[in-house]
Nanobody
Framework: QVQLVESGGGLVQAGRSLRLACAASLPRAFDSYTMAWFRQAPGKEREFVAGIGRTISSGSNTDYADSAKGRLTISRDNSKNTVYLQMNSLRPEDTANYYC?????????????????WGQGTQVTVSS
């Protein structure tokens, strides 16, 4: 059964940090999937935040939305079938439901339609 289960969301003050986790159960080996985080704020489209490619001999590539660079870091622990999103210096505009996504392409893509599997999301609320 395919499952992506996000955790770690919550209410936090601006400037603080949160770490999101996504535990995955996928049809093939976890390290063969590119993983990504998207977010969706009320009334807005779901947007790419960060992604980490499937693990190959040279490692995994990463990519970030401009709004995430320097503040958010994506990582993966293949031994735990888990991908993380470390979020520092949070801002009120980071408030959204954060979704984990997976696909078997090699490299990260920012297009939500390219991802086959999705989690249910975890809410992040940043107060000013």
């Amino acid at each position: 059964q395919v499952q992506l289960v996000e955790s770690g969301g919550g209410l936090v003050q601006a400037g603080r940090s949160l770490r999101l986790a996504c535990a995955a159960s996928l049809p093939r080996a976890f390290d063969s999937y590119t993983m990504a985080w998207f977010r969706q704020a009320p009334g807005k489209e779901r947007e790419f935040v960060a992604g980490i490619g499937r693990t190959i001999s040279s490692g995994s590539n990463t990519d970030y939305a401009d709004s995430a660079k320097g503040r958010l870091t994506i990582s993966r622990d293949n031994s735990k079938n888990t991908v993380y999103l470390q979020m520092n210096s949070l801002r009120p505009e980071d408030t959204a439901n954060y979704y984990c996504a997976a696909d078997r392409r090699i490299f990260v893509t920012k297009r939500r339609e390219d991802y086959e599997y999705w989690g249910q999301g975890t809410q992040v609320t940043v107060s000013s």
